[in-house]
């Protein structure tokens, strides 16, 4: 499914803006402390440390015409290089920090005076994600170029493949293929091809993990905010693969935004668990209660005299207090439904606890972090059910529901609809795959509309033209798209 | 004129007969022995005298003070038009505005049971005080319908009703004589300011206060204020001591060349409202974490949070006073006090460093710490209360306006203000400029004003017949699209005009 169609061409353009807000570069950072092990793609824990201190060696030692560095189209084999460096933003992701937003960015967070002059092209905070992977760099290591000012090759290569100190020279070889994923890892080298992993390694950037996070601090200092979506940005990412084996098949859209929706989830869970922790240490000087885990768009509108906020939104919480989680957990407890298991019943009811908590303005945060780390468990223990492919029957239904009046009264906010925009898409690409028919004409109209309003206007970053009302009339006619 | 001749009888029957009534209740009171009311916190200092100073409603101010002068005080001390005057004052609708869709709304959404009756919506709509200071069955003399009537801003009157128009000499009597009686002199701007500003800003003691919860569930926001302006708008039913003629200004010993009422007004009511705000701000953060203790988003800078995301945003630019997305106080309440400051000669280094703890308790965490922000609000609370005194104490003649009003200019040239602080400025620029001679560059002044007024809004909506909600979505939209770099551009100009002694 991602040859490039009317449907992914429409999405890209769609998630232009969120990419653009949402820019910050993928890193490898060690594996996390993977509650998921086990899984498939998933290191094992005693890896770990040995992972930790593999060397980086550069784009450049990819990057020969032989190799990768070939003049093929987007996505050729040969020419991956030649698609990351010209089409893919995470090759730029080291030079954006040269621009005035950048230095804005720093001049507000460490509170420069006009003598100081910034420079995150040398900031670890920053280097952390724009610049992960230089030439002799541990992964996660203390950054090479804040010496050498030398480092120019943004999100390179081994950001998501893995440090390549000792695979480098044996994967071009012809037994490699005979290796199998976990002596492959054992080398260094990340199972890409598995989306579980996959993803995971997006969120440590895109979503943040304890060392490298993109707090409300940040943000308010100018830095885009973090909304991660798994199928949505690997589709807009411009792929220099093609996916093969289980990814080729037509289920593709629905199985990586099923995917993500979990990682994605429980990645925030982990950070917001280390959030709540370093609230409890007085030596942190960390924000708590922190913003970002909240509806950016809840507090950050203009003010106006319309009731339309309170009729809609009010009825649901209590008025003037502040939505937690909007983004990663609202369409979970429907995959929780559809992918039935003990654990997943008890999701749904972890995530309303964790809101009624973390809607109070000083949330206790030893309650957070235990709560954070319960939920995390569930997802684990859920874990072999819920990244099963969902099954025609399984996405058509949620298809269907996402399109449905029930569902859609859970979903009053921009981050809400945006979600459930962004799953709506890939299933009812799955389920148009399945069935062996084309993407209808009028659907993806009805698709671009929905996509329109979702839109901020020319010169925002939020959306003050968004009306919830209107975006759910104009679902009311997506209701054909519910399979006869 | 048969018509208005009925009219008239009719009211001066109902009239005496109100009056006679009036004596029989309050003329028992004069000689009761009850014991004097602990006083609000907001309102000035107890009546001394050991009567219940009690509410006697605005019917028996209406009696002389509706239709203008007659008889031994057909002089330009009063106007006796007060009454027909507070009826076209939105203050006279106070509670009524309760009963209205808004407020049910606002009910419903924090299921209060009955916004007419409960206690946080009454204590600003009405004169809220308890039942056995009320004179009279409702609908006859005290009543919660009259909103903030006559005895809410000058005091119980049931102890001073009849000296204030038999006694002679009343006028010219000690005000702290008539504060025994429980009449506030609403003449003190401190005094005066007090008064509005605990319903206007709030006050805790009171129970004044709008919670972000009544905001979120649709009260309109609480503007800045500056008292002088606000006064004028209401619309004023006095006289100003400038006003009144040769004649009063002898029996009071007054010089209009060498005293700018309006001018100390707007100077020493800047000053009052940092510490009525500190007051509130500081026995807020006190309650600490329990619920309904800290953080109140009300206490903090409204539009620090409320705001389109804009990529060319003038915050970015501007930057922050403490760590960026922590927000701080509502920052207005600092902005006029620098003309306190500069006009008292006083150290900006005391101020600044109250001003950084509280910046630092703000920047702490998210919501700031309140133990910190309680200490530093009180210490600011504290150290605007003697700068009050200080400043009180001096003359505002010529000279001292000329000066205020290039520190003005100075001030909003230095800073980046916010919307409500612009105003304020600009507010005060425009009261302290109407007492300014000679106007050398009035035109091109008047010209400028103009501008400004487009940019903030500086108008009201003044009086009965313009509503706050009517007018609430173009003031939103003029605080959503201020620029203050605009702003300061025009205030640029604006100094330049200035007389420079």
Request: charged content about 25%.
């Amino acid at each position: 499914m991602l040859q490039p169609n009317n449907l992914t061409e429409r999405f890209r353009r769609f998630l232009a803006f969120l990419v653009v807000s949402g820019l910050c570069a993928f890193i490898w950072h060690g594996w996390p402390r993977s509650p998921l092990a086990g899984q498939p793609g998933v290191a094992s824990s005693n890896n770990s440390a040995q992972l930790a201190n593999l060397q980086c060696l550069g784009v450049s030692s990819c990057a020969s015409t032989a190799c990768h560095y070939g003049s093929g189209a987007q996505g050729a084999k040969g020419s991956e290089y030649t698609t990351w460096a010209t089409l893919d933003k995470h090759s730029r992701a080291y030079n954006v920090l040269f621009d005035e937003l950048s230095r804005t960015i720093l001049r507000n967070y460490k509170r420069l005076n006009a003598a100081e002059a910034p420079h995150p092209e040398r900031e670890a905070l920053c280097l952390r994600c724009h610049a992960p992977d230089q030439p002799g760099q541990v992964l996660g290591g203390p950054s090479l170029i804040a010496q050498t000012g030398s480092g120019l090759d943004g999100v390179g290569c081994e950001s998501c493949h893995g440090p390549a100190e000792r695979w480098r020279t044996a994967h071009y070889l012809p037994d490699w293929r005979e290796k199998s994923a976990t002596e492959k890892e054992a080398l260094g080298m990340r199972p890409t091809k598995d989306l579980v992993a996959r993803a995971k390694l997006c969120a440590e950037c895109h979503i943040g993990t304890a060392q490298r996070e993109v707090n409300h601090d940040l943000i308010a200092a100018g830095h885009p905010r973090l909304n991660f979506e798994f199928s949505a940005y690997l589709a807009n990412m411009p792929s220099h693969w093609c996916e093969q084996g289980e990814n080729a098949r037509a289920d593709f859209p629905a199985r990586s935004w099923a995917v993500g929706q979990v990682v994605s989830a429980h990645a925030a869970l982990e950070l917001l668990e280390a959030r709540a922790h370093s609230a409890r240490d007085a030596n942190t000087q960390k924000a708590w209660p922190e913003f970002a885990e909240y509806d950016c768009f809840a507090c950050h509108h203009d003010l106006r005299d319309d009731t339309e906020r309170q009729n809609s939104v009010f009825g649901k919480r209590a008025p003037g207090s502040y939505p937690w989680g909007t983004w990663y957990y609202t369409l979970l407890p429907e995959i929780a439904r559809e992918k039935p298991a003990p654990a997943a019943a008890k999701i749904a009811d972890s995530l309303k606890e964790l809101q009624a908590l973390m809607a109070r303005p000083y949330p206790d945060p030893v309650a957070v972090a235990n709560l954070a780390r319960a939920t995390q468990d569930h997802l684990d223990q859920w874990a072999k059910t819920a990244y099963a492919p969902l099954g025609r029957a399984s996405l058509e239904s949620l298809l269907s529901r996402f399109s449905h009046d029930r569902s859609r009264s859970t979903v009053a906010d921009w981050d809400g609809c945006t979600q459930l925009y962004l799953a709506i898409v890939p299933l009812y690409q799955a389920s148009q795959g399945l069935r062996g028919l084309p993407e209808n004409r009028d659907v993806l109209a009805e698709l671009a509309g929905l996509r329109s309003l979702l839109q901020f206007g020319a010169g925002f970053n939020s959306p003050g033209n968004f009306h919830p009302q209107v975006f759910r009339k104009e679902l009311d006619r997506l209701q054909k798209l519910a399979p006869q | 004129m048969r018509l208005p001749d009925m009219r008239l009888r009719l009211s001066i029957a109902r009239s005496s007969i109100f009056a006679a009534g009036l004596v029989a209740v309050a003329g028992p009171l004069l000689y009761s022995n009850g014991r004097a009311q602990q006083p609000q916190a907001g309102k000035p200092a107890p009546p001394a005298s050991t009567e219940k100073a009690k509410y006697l409603g605005a019917d028996a101010c209406q009696l002389c003070h509706e239709t203008g002068p007659r008889g031994r005080f057909k002089d330009d001390f009063v106007r006796l038009t007060e009454y027909k005057t507070w009826k076209t004052d939105k203050h006279s609708q106070a509670y009524a505005k309760l009963n209205e869709a808004r407020s049910k709304q606002i009910g419903m959404l924090l299921k209060i049971a009955d916004v007419t009756k409960d206690d946080r919506c009454l204590n600003c709509h009405a004169a809220n005080v308890p039942l056995d200071l009320r004179v009279g069955t409702e609908g006859q003399a005290y009543r919660l319908e009259d909103g903030v009537s006559c005895d809410a801003c000058h005091g119980p009157s049931s102890l001073w009703l009849t000296p204030h128009f038999t006694e002679p000499g009343w006028r010219t009597k000690p005000t702290a004589e008539k504060q025994k009686l429980g009449f506030y002199d609403v003449r003190d701007p401190v005094e005066r300011s007090q008064l509005c500003l605990s319903c206007h800003v709030g006050s805790m003691a009171d129970g004044k206060v709008v919670t972000h919860d009544m905001y979120a569930a649709g009260h309109p926001p609480l503007p800045s204020i500056e008292v002088a302006t606000f006064s004028d708008s209401m619309p004023r039913h006095w006289r100003y001591m400038k006003e009144k003629g040769p004649k009063i200004w002898a029996a009071f010993h007054y010089d209009p060349k060498k005293e700018l009422e309006q001018t100390r007004l707007t100077v020493l009511s800047g000053v009052v409202a940092l510490r009525v705000a500190a007051n509130l701000l500081a026995s807020q953060a006190r309650k600490g974490r329990q619920e309904s203790g800290w953080p109140e988003f009300a206490q903090l800078d409204c539009y620090a949070c409320h705001h389109d995301l804009k990529v060319e945003s003038w915050r970015l630019k501007r930057g922050y006073m403490g760590m960026p997305g922590r927000p701080q106080m509502r920052s207005w309440p600092l902005e006029l006090v620098k003309l306190g400051i500069r006009l008292a000669g006083e150290e900006p280094t005391r101020v600044k460093q109250a001003e950084d703890a509280l910046t630092m308790a703000f920047s702490a965490q998210p919501f700031g710490d309140p133990e910190k922000i309680a200490a530093a609000a009180s210490d600011l609370s504290a150290w605007s209360q003697r700068l009050t005194q200080r400043l009180g104490a001096r003359q505002y003649d010529q000279p001292a306006a000329r000066k205020l009003l290039r520190e003005l200019c100075a001030i909003a040239q230095e800073g980046v203000l916010d919307y409500d602080s612009a105003r304020q400025v600009t507010w005060a620029f425009k009261i302290i400029y109407s007492e300014l001679e000679p106007k050398a560059r009035d035109k091109e002044v008047r010209s400028i004003l103009k501008s400004l007024d487009t940019e903030l809004k500086l108008e009201l909506p003044s009086g009965t017949d313009k509503s706050i909600l009517g007018e609430l979505t173009q003031g939103l939209k003029t605080i959503n699209h201020y620029d203050p770099y605009r702003f300061r551009a025009l205030i640029e100009e604006l100094s330049r005009q200035l007389p420079q002694d």
